[in-house]
């Protein structure tokens, strides 16, 4: 398990790549907030997709709709990854976004 200042360096380095990917989307396709540990992203057909730390298993948690991913933190690709084997973060924003919100998402650096 990576250490807890490593986990928040990256938790907040995550935030900011999924915040400047929604900078430049419609609020009226996706709105998003920001409270602490959680992002709230809220679909224009409703749905609302959660993004939050869970500090103590150093994970990043999603849910959407009924639906839930756990995320750990891969160091050798540099990316979290679903511990069911469901793909990656930003994969998995992306498809949320195109499913509910009909928004192509462009992580930063794409």
Same mark, same amino acid.
């Given at each position: ?21 929604? #900078? ?6 996706? %709105? ?7 992002? &709230? =992203? ?32 891969? #160091? ?6 679903? %511990? ?7 994969? &998995? =924003? ?17």
């Amino acid at each position: 398990m990576i250490d807890e200042s490593h986990y928040l360096r990256i938790v907040g380095d995550t935030f900011r790549k999924i915040e400047d990917a929604l #900078e430049d989307v419609d609020p009226s396709d996706i %709105d998003f907030s920001s409270a602490g540990d959680v992002l &709230t =992203l809220t679909m224009k057909n409703g749905v609302r997709c959660i993004v939050n730390t869970q500090r103590p298993v150093r994970q990043l948690w999603v849910a959407a709709r009924a639906t839930a991913w756990h995320f750990s933190w891969d #160091e050798e690709r540099k990316q979290w990854m679903d %511990d069911k084997g469901r793909g990656e973060l930003f994969a &998995t =924003l992306v498809a949320i976004a195109k499913e509910h919100a009909g928004v192509e998402l462009k992580p930063a650096g794409t």
